[in-house]
Nanobody, 119 residues
Framework: EVQLVESGGGLVQAGGSLRLSCAAS????????IGWFRQAPGKEREGVSC????????YYADSVKGRFTISSDKAKNTVYLQMNSLKPEDTAVYYC????????????WGQGTQVTVSS
């Protein structure tokens, strides 16, 4: 059974930090890029950060550059999102996504973890 389990969300004051974890199982972790998305109330889901299957390439949305860091521990099949200098506008449900394009487009989603940043 494919599973992506997010954890680490919570309530934090502006300027604080949180580290999200995405633990993967049920598929070949090394073959997939892993991304973090978020969705705030009344807004569309947006990409926050992702890391390639080789761990060489990373991507950050402009809104989080310099504050968030994505990393991968292949021994644990886990991807982390370290979030520093949090702002109230970072408040959202954060979702983990695993995706690959070959041999066919495949992606999986976690259930999400709530991050709330108070001002």
């Amino acid at each position: 059974e494919v599973q992506l389990v997010e954890s680490g969300g919570g309530l934090v004051q502006a300027g604080g930090s949180l580290r999200l974890s995405c633990a993967a199982s049920g598929f070949t972790f090394d073959d997939y890029a892993i991304g973090w998305f978020r969705q705030a109330p009344g807004k569309e889901r947006e990409g926050v950060s992702c890391i390639g299957s080789s761990d060489i390439s990373t991507y950050y949305a402009d809104s989080v550059k310099g504050r968030f860091t994505i990393s991968s521990d292949k021994a644990k099949n886990t991807v982390y999102l370290q979030m520093n200098s949090l702002k109230p506008e970072d408040t959202a449900v954060y979702y983990c996504n695993a995706n690959r394009f070959f041999p066919k487009l495949t992606d999986y989603w976690g259930q999400g973890t709530q991050v709330t940043v108070s001002s």
